[in-house]
């Protein structure tokens, strides 16, 4: 079994900050390509970034340049620095490691962007 742990979510003002990590203790991580998702209320989970074992990286239209996915292979984390945040980006915000066909899932942490 997978075990994806993230952390590092919370409450944030419209124009704030927020750094979400995972943590993949036990695990090949640098096999492997990872990235975050998030599912909004009355929404499909949509992908938000995610980086290839090489470091190439993906990210939706809506956070580009706000948003910047990195991977640290030695610490087997990976994280999510989220800038000039805004109340559409509120949501839970799921990791995710693809291995072949297959999807595995972290807890969920929730970011709320609201005054």
């Known amino acids: 079994q997978v075990q994806l742990v993230e952390a590092g979510g919370g409450l944030v003002q419209p124009g704030g900050s927020l750094r979400l990590s995972c943590a993949v203790p036990?695990?090949?991580?640098?096999?492997?390509?990872m990235g975050w998702y998030r599912q909004a209320p009355g929404k499909q989970r949509e992908l938000v970034a995610q980086?290839?074992?090489?470091?190439?990286?993906e990210y939706a239209d809506s956070v580009k340049g706000r948003f910047t996915i990195s991977r640290d292979n030695s610490r087997k984390i990976l994280d999510l620095q989220m800038n000039d945040l805004r109340p559409e980006d509120t949501a839970v915000y799921y990791c995710?490691?693809?291995?072949?066909?297959?999807?595995?899932w972290g807890q969920g942490t929730q970011v709320t962007v609201s005054s």
């Open positions: 036990r695990n090949n991580f640098s096999s492997y390509t």
């Open positions: 980086i290839t074992r090489d470091g190439t990286t």
């Open positions: 995710n490691q693809k291995r072949g066909p297959r999807n595995f």
